[in-house]
């Protein structure tokens, strides 16, 4: 059983934005498995990244429950076949029969990021036109920028 607060590196995003991770702390138990250690973790983790909309960077709470088979050795080449790729999914390589917690745990945070991260669902993003955040300004393009064949969308878009 254990359960510390880890300290993770800020993350790469897709856009090459950074992500930083504050607050992380990792419970669970290892025991010995068939193959390995069967590693069961629940992770608590305080992100920081850029808002999709408005490129602003916001905090967003992440739990994440996992639970990954930990083997000692090198992943081997050439088991990249599709049937074999998604039964391994769970297995962790651990090169010199260690695992790093906090490698396994970067990897848990960014699996389960947000694709597109929204700082508010009420968000009105950058505008389209002057590049002003919409949030903080009214540049003005406003009226134009509302296309009307939009506006049956804007209407689904609204929460609920
Ligand atoms: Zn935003
Ligand atoms: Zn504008």
């Known amino acids: 059983m254990f359960d510390e607060p880890l300290r993770v590196p800020p993350l790469l995003g897709i856009a090459d934005e950074t992500i930083l991770v504050e607050r992380a702390r990792v419970r669970g138990t290892a025991r010995r498995g068939e193959r390995g250690a069967d590693l069961e973790g629940s992770l608590r983790a305080t992100v920081r990244m850029p808002c999709s909309r408005c490129n602003e960077s916001f905090e967003i709470g992440l739990s994440v ?68 955040n919409r949030n903080r300004t009214e540049c003005g393009c406003g009226e134009e920028c509302a296309d009307p064949r939009l506006a049956p969308l804007l209407r689904f878009r609204k929460p609920q």
């Open 65 to 132: 429950e996992f639970f990954l088979v930990l083997v000692a050795g090198e992943e081997r080449p050439g088991s990249g076949a599709q049937g074999a790729e998604e039964e391994d999914a769970a297995l962790y390589h651990a090169p010199d029969g260690r695992a790093d917690l906090v490698d396994i745990c970067s990897e848990q945070i960014y699996l389960n990021l947000p694709l597109k991260p929204v700082c508010s669902s009420g968000c009105k993003g950058l505008c389209p036109r002057c590049g002003a």
